[in-house]
Every structure is written in structure tokens, then in C-alpha cells.
């Protein structure tokens, strides 16, 4: 039986993520307002989000290797034609991240929490021996030589936007929680305060300590991804996993869970709709080069947000499954 709350909260990701790539690739800096507080709170943590419910999504349907292989594949392909426009985006990433998870499908707990405190280990290595600013112009988020062999592994692993090390921590957390009885409302209550005492937890380094170098070691920022980053964003979303999974019942009693579960079960579809529609507009009406303010950004992308609900529950009781759905169901059948 399918857990809904789990596509609700992969459309609130989702529309996070709509927030943070509007105001990144509408070139609006943040001004310190709420608009602007909001979008950078949400920032590598919406994402993070995403990838710990695609872990999810893998053991609750008990993936095998073949179908995540296939799955992997579609990915990759779907995200390397959207780096063409969008060079922020994560389904190549994903592919890695599916990839890399297939020793781990049927791994005991132990094993998945061994491999995220490897992967922490590893990221915390790297950072200490590469240089995390290689390849990049970060005054107009330009990374030289991507298309290269060495510049892409370098990208994707290390220093792109959602690197494998360490992004790929949050998907075994998902392996993990997705074992978890997510209908248990006691699991849930747990979910949503050790979550929160975890993302409390993981920024208290950066607000504690005085030495500069330290701090910025110990950064939660989502650049670069350090330990703290990494333990703060997971916290965040099994806190935000949990919250919504405990309020599912009440959406559904107001009648508002369709609107979010629809457009959730299609947040691939949509995810490449947002960068070829809402940007594409966006770039057609000449407002992809710092025009807009912070609340302008911010409001176009919750009519984004809106527009891709009733789009979703339209599609999905037409069709069923999001046009991406429906590929990625015919890939992995084959």
C-alpha cells in the first residue's frame, strides 16, 4: 500500500527546489528579506529532501538491481540533455547516486549507517587534499571544462552541485528510513523531533566556535557540502518527512491532499517542466538577468508551485502517470 504522505512531501521538495532555481537562474541575490530569508533556508535542504525520498521510494519498492540499473540509465540520459540548459541540474546526479546505492539495496542498517559515516569520512578527505574551487568562476557560476572526462568525475563526485560525495549519504538515508513503519504514528513523532534536534545540532558548530577558518569548515551551507551541511540537511528532511506524514490525515480531511499527492507522484515530469517552461518563459520574457527582486522571484515560483499542482492532479487524471512516470515504468518493464 502506498504511503502518501511520502508523495506530498516529494512536492514540497519539489516546490522548494522551484524556489531555490528560479532565484538561481533569474541571476537575484539575496537581500536578507523574508522572501529571500525563506529561498535561502531552503537551499541544499529541499534537494536533500528529494534524494532522501528517492531513497525512500527505492525500499519501499524493494528495488531490484536490474530496475535500478534501467532506472539509472533514464536519469542519466534525461539529465544530460537538461544540462544543456540548466547547468545546476541533479538527475545526472541521480544516476550516480542510484548507481552507487546497488551494493546497498539489501543491506542491513548497520551496513547503510557504516556507509554514511564512510561516505562523511571520505567527503571530509577530499576536501582536505582537492581543491573544492577547481574549475569554477563562481562570479557567474561558470565550471571550466565540465564536457572534459576529467572535469566531469571531478564534478560529480567532488565539487559539482550535488557531488556523490557526499549527496549520496542521503539516499541510503532513505534506504534506511524507507524501511522504517512509516504508518506508526509514534515512528512519526520520532521522525519529526530527533530530525529537528539533529538539524539543531548539525548548524551549533558554525554559531559556537570563533575561529574563522573553523567556521567555515563547519559551514551548513549547501557550498561546499561539509559534515555539518550533510547532518544538519538530514535532520531537516526526517524532521520534514515525518511533520508531514503525521499532518497527512489532516490534509486529507481538508481536502487539500489530492493537489499535493497528484503533482507528487509526477515530480519528475514536473521537475523538467519547471526548467523548460517556467525558465523558458522566464527567459522569453527577458527576466532570466537580475531583473526581478527577491518578491518578485518568490512569487512567480509559488505561481509555479501552483500551476504544477492543478497541472498534476489535471495529467494524472487524464493519464495517470506523469509523461516521465510513464517512460521511466516502460524502461524498467522491458
Known amino acids: 500500500m502506498r504511503v ?3 508523495d506530498t512531501a516529494r512536492f514540497f521538495a519539489y516546490c522548494g527546489m522551484v524556489l531555490v532555481n528560479f532565484r538561481l537562474a533569474a541571476e537575484v541575490s539575496s537581500t536578507g528579506d523574508w522572501p529571500s530569508r525563506i529561498t535561502d533556508a531552503l537551499e541544499g535542504r529541499a534537494a536533500a529532501l528529494f534524494v532522501v525520498l528517492a531513497g525512500v521510494g527505492l525500499a519501499l519498492g524493494r528495488a531490484r538491481t536490474s530496475d535500478t540499473l534501467k532506472r539509472a540509465v533514464v536519469l542519466m540520459t534525461l539529465g544530460l540533455l537538461n544540462l544543456t540548459i540548466f547547468e545546476a ?59 572534459t572526462v576529467d572535469g566531469f568525475a571531478l564534478h560529480t563526485l567532488f565539487n559539482g552541485w550535488h557531488p556523490v560525495l557526499p549527496w549520496l549519504a542521503f539516499l541510503l538515508l532513505g534506504l534506511w528510513l524507507g524501511r522504517l513503519p512509516l504508518r506508526r504514528r509514534s515512528v512519526q513523532l520520532t521522525m519529526t523531533a530527533v530530525g529537528s534536534l ?46 508531514v506524514l503525521l499532518l497527512q490525515p489532516v490534509l486529507d480531511r481538508l481536502r487539500i491532499a ?29 527576466l532570466l538577468g537580475g531583473q526581478l527582486s527577491t518578491s518578485g522571484i518568490f512569487a512567480i515560483s509559488l505561481l509555479a508551485c501552483a500551476v504544477s499542482a492543478v497541472f498534476g492532479v489535471l495529467w494524472t487524471r487524464a493519464f495517470g502517470l506523469g509523461p516521465l512516470e510513464q517512460l521511466m515504468r516502460w524502461v524498467v518493464k522491458r
Do not use: C
Open 89 to 147: 541540474d541533479i538527475l545526472h546526479f541521480y544516476a550516480f547516486y542510484f548507481l552507487a546505492a546497488l551494493p546497498f539495496l539489501s543491506a542491513s542498517p548497520k551496513q547503510l549507517w557504516l556507509a554514511i559515516l564512510g561516505i562523511l569520512v571520505l567527503s571530509m578527505a577530499a576536501h582536505l587534499v582537492l581543491d573544492y574551487d577547481r574549475n569554477w568562476t563562481w562570479d557567474t557560476l561558470y565550471y571550466e571544462g565540465f564536457w
Open 258 to 286: 489530492p493537489w499535493l499527492i497528484a503533482p507528487g507522484r509526477m515530480a519528475l515530469s514536473l521537475y523538467l517542466l519547471h526548467i523548460l517552461v517556467g525558465m523558458g518563459t522566464l527567459e522569453a520574457l527577458g
Open 198 to 243: 539533529v538539524a539543531a545540532a548539525g548548524a551549533l558548530p558554525q554559531h559556537a566556535l570563533q575561529d574563522p577558518d573553523l567556521r567555515a569548515l563547519l559551514d551548513t551551507a549547501m557550498i561546499p557540502p561539509g559534515p555539518t551541511y550533510v547532518i544538519a540537511a538530514s535532520g531537516s528532511a526526517v524532521a520534514a518527512l515525518g511533520l
Open 4 to 6: 502518501t504522505g511520502i
